[in-house]
């Protein structure tokens, strides 16, 4: 069973996101997302665990009985978040630092489970690795909106101490949004996380509700043979 590339692309970002759709991986959307930079870190990092996991998982699905075939996917992503959290701390250690246990807890991260389970079992490697990537960047971009929504009500800051977490390359992306501002504090609190992830899934339906009334309104009318509207 193969998916378009292009299905497979939107589903990830838009349809199927991990977090505005099936609202998966919750926990480390609330809690790393006091910055766009945590955001960023923690999207790229279980972006990397997804493709991997598709790539080592879709080889290998006639080989992987049924019976056995969860305890099996645990086993690789826990050995690639492994991978992936040993990488950060010696390449990445302040990140790692302010991140912490969620990258470990990536394992139990279930929309990496369920990705395993309902695509890379069942498709080639190459599409399993496209699913993965695009679910990926979807949760990223879910993770640095809502970080950058945050901080900036927060903080009047972007991307703060991103050279720092990321690296010097990522310096461009440091900026003052609103120059003297004093912050609001109980954004970048969990509170604050609720509130702005609320208001983001109500406005991705809205949007949502906004885009199928103008395809409706688009749709060219049918017209019959005969002359009548169909």
């Not at 080889?59 to 992936?84: C, D, G, H």
């Not at 246990?101 to 990536?106: D, G, K, Q, R």
């Not at 971009?141 to 901080?151: F, K, S, Y």
């Not at 050279?163 to 604050?192: E, K």
Request: charged share 10%; glycine share 10%; hydrophobic share 55%.
């Amino acid at each position: 069973m193969t998916t378009g590339y292009r299905t497979i692309a939107w589903n990830g970002l838009w349809d199927n996101n991990i977090v505005l759709s099936q609202n998966l991986a919750l926990c480390p959307t609330l809690a790393v997302t006091s910055t766009a930079t945590n955001g960023l870190g923690m999207g790229l990092a279980t972006t990397v665990v997804l493709v991997s996991t598709g790539l080592c998982i879709a080889p290998l699905r006639r080989v992987i009985v049924p019976e056995v075939r969860i305890p099996v996917f645990v086993l690789i992503i826990a050995t690639i978040v492994t991978l992936v959290d040993m990488g950060m701390n010696a390449w990445l250690h302040d990140l790692h630092k302010v991140l912490g246990l969620f990258i470990p807890l990536i394992v139990t991260n279930c929309a990496i489970l369920g990705r395993a389970e309902a695509f890379a079992s069942r498709n080639a490697p190459l599409p399993a690795m496209t699913d993965g990537l695009m679910m990926g960047l979807g949760f990223t971009l879910a993770l640095v909106t809502l970080g950058a929504v945050r901080e900036i009500m927060g903080s009047g800051t972007l991307f703060a101490n991103a050279s720092l977490l990321l690296g010097n390359m990522f310096d461009f992306l440091q900026l003052t949004v609103i120059p003297g501002y004093r912050g609001f504090l109980l954004v970048i609190l969990p509170p604050g996380g609720f509130l702005a992830l609320g208001f983001l899934l109500a406005g991705k339906r809205i949007l949502e509700k906004k885009l199928r009334e103008r395809s409706r309104v688009a749709r060219p009318v049918a017209v019959s043979e005969s002359g009548a509207i169909a």
